[in-house]
């Protein structure tokens, strides 16, 4: 029987992983929705793509999987992918989680995690953030069979990201360069960082002249196996 993915965006346009999907997924029937299924039982796995919307369904939804570009518990909240890169972190992870009543909390099935390279910018991550969230897609099916993905539950503690805006992008023209590269590297093209001289805005983008390219191999672990058992690494 032919297994059955659907990805849900907000916006169909935001649909731009289709290469991925004919990599990791090329047996399997994918739909890709701009709503939420009205019976998401049909389909084996319904992935929320960087939704921007809370979505609130029944506990007996339990094939319903989030990516957030952090270790959770850590880094809950908002703009994981800045955080990364602005304060250093050694690894960048992508954790696997299934809904649950808050955001951010859901029981963790799989963590992917990375390397942080000294060239990598914020786009070269998001870049990877959507491979490997296909690619992970792809094992939890495997892994599950089909069934519903078994994860932990998070620890009650974890330290959480607020919200940020295009203003906080705002160099600091007092501070040393060196101490502006980290929020240099992890701002995106979309949110620039920027600076204000003598009353003119000016943004500023970092391009490294070495390429940026997904690892290989990957430390991609499940916290839980099929068959309850703690922890299980791959890669």
Sequence with gaps: ??????????????????????????????????????????????????LRRVIHTDAACDNVVIFHSSDLPDGRGWAPIYHTLAYGAPYYTVSGIKMGAKVDEGDIVVKARLPVLPHYVAADLRRFDDEISVLLSARILDRFGGGAPKGRKQAAEGSYNPRRRPQDNEIDLNAAFVDVIPHLRACEPQHPAFFVYQGQRYTVQVTPDIPAVLPSQLEIEFLVDRDDNQSAKSS
């Design 1 to 50: 029987m032919t297994r059955t993915v659907a990805f849900v965006v907000n916006d169909l346009s935001e649909f731009t992983f289709a290469d991925h999907i004919r990599k990791y997924l090329p047996d399997v029937a994918v739909s890709v929705l701009n709503a939420f299924p009205q019976t998401p039982a049909d389909y084996d796995l319904v992935v929320l793509w960087n």
